[in-house]
């Protein structure tokens, strides 16, 4: 707890380590009561989005130097120099005259809008909405965006929420959109699994401009949202688009390496409308993408795209056959390979670089944020 008044006092940027979740938030400590903390927070992009109340009992670590909060701050800086997203950011004023979750889930039922719950029972993190609050309890109403038919309505004693993610961008458009969403019916998700299903389901796809989710065969509990941009004979080029809508980069994935497309699914159903949102609002692509790239499918595309992150030392993320999965720049180009110079944390750790044969990339994700603002850095650095 001292750790955290420091981090008020001193309003430092802090990680935020949970005790049995992954997750790790990061931001700026704005209030602390007897009981817990309210933390605004940041993306990975540097963007504020929106905060999190935290009980102490949740808390496993708090970190106020590191090679991550470096990049962070980093990160922080160059969002703040590029059109702001009109959505998102906390709003909510707090005091210290009543307890900080009494005061964010009354925000949340008086305003309607979407929260995220960990109740430490369960261990569940579920979004939903307040609809009745008494002096010990609330009633949470639940939304399943992956099953629409999936709304029930939990009792959940105070000292039994571990944590409360509000406002934010996804629970922003979540909230705007929500009288749409609990009209919209719930579907039958469809998917394919065999290669050639595959391939006739990406052709569909692109053709129609249809809105699909695609899993990999190197980790099949990933999964891509996008558009398909190009298909060649045996690789696909799509355009993702990210948990909120908006454009994300581009993923180039051999067929074979796709374990399953889904053509049809509540999930998409739900970020489709998030798009249209978004596209309403003018801020359909992160800040500093370029949605607007077009390949031809009459080539190779690993090859296309390869020599122009090696002729460019563009900042890219490739999955090999080998299982590893690493983010780096490109060198050099032909024979069919390519020198690889790994990098993590901003900062390249294989200045050598490693010789990689083409056969044995399956994967190459490029033109991301992260990609993006890691190359920014190392240049900055004079890294690269």
Not at 182 to 198: D, H, P, Q
Not at 305 to 322: G, N
Not at 339 to 355: A, K, L, N, R, S
Request: hydrophobic letters at 40%; zero cysteines; a negative charge.
């Amino acid at each position: 707890m001292s750790d955290l008044r420091y981090a008020l006092q001193r309003k430092v940027l802090v990680n935020v380590y949970q005790q049995k979740q992954d997750v790790v938030y990061t931001g700026y400590v704005t209030i602390v009561d007897d009981s817990g903390i309210i933390l605004t927070t940041f993306d990975d992009g540097g963007s504020e989005d929106g905060a999190v109340y935290l009980t102490y009992a949740v808390i496993e670590l708090v970190e106020f130097d590191s090679d991550d909060l470096d990049n962070m701050r980093f990160r922080i800086e160059i969002a703040a120099q590029q059109t702001a997203v009109s959505y998102g950011r906390m709003t909510t004023d707090f005091n210290l005259k009543r307890p900080l979750i009494r005061q964010v889930l009354e925000t949340s039922m008086i305003e309607e809008s979407v929260v995220m719950v960990l109740d430490r029972n369960s261990g569940e993190l579920n979004e939903g909405t307040v609809t009745r609050i008494s002096d010990h309890d609330f009633d949470f109403q639940i939304f399943d965006k992956f099953q629409l038919e999936n709304h029930p309505k939990l009792v959940l004693p105070f000292d039994e929420v571990e944590l409360v993610e509000f406002e934010g961008k996804e629970l922003t458009l979540q909230t705007a959109a929500m009288g749409y969403l609990e009209t919209m019916a719930s579907v039958e998700t469809n998917r394919v699994t065999s290669l050639t299903s595959i391939a006739k389901a990406l052709a569909h796809a692109q053709q129609t401009k249809q809105l699909i989710s695609l899993n990999p065969v190197a980790d099949e509990g990933m999964f891509f949202v996008g558009r398909v941009n190009t298909l060649s004979a045996d690789s696909v080029i799509i355009d993702l688009v990210d948990m909120t809508g908006q454009f994300g980069g581009y993923w180039l994935v051999k067929l074979p390496a796709i374990a399953q497309v889904i053509t049809q699914s509540d999930y998409l159903n739900v970020i489709d409308t998030y798009i249209a949102i978004d596209q309403r609002l003018g801020v359909g692509v992160q800040p500093g993408l370029n949605d607007e790239r077009l390949f031809d499918a009459t080539t190779d595309l690993f090859q296309t795209v390869l020599s122009q992150a090696a002729a460019f030392h563009h900042v890219i993320r490739l999955q090999l056959t080998d299982d590893q999965s690493v983010v780096g720049y490109l060198s050099k180009y032909g024979n069919h390979q390519v020198i690889f110079h790994q990098v993590e944390q901003g900062t390249v750790i294989d200045p050598m670089g490693t010789m990689l044969e083409l056969a044995d990339i399956e994967e190459v994700a490029f033109d991301y944020l992260d990609a993006m603002l890691t190359e920014k850095q190392l240049r900055n650095q004079g890294e690269l």
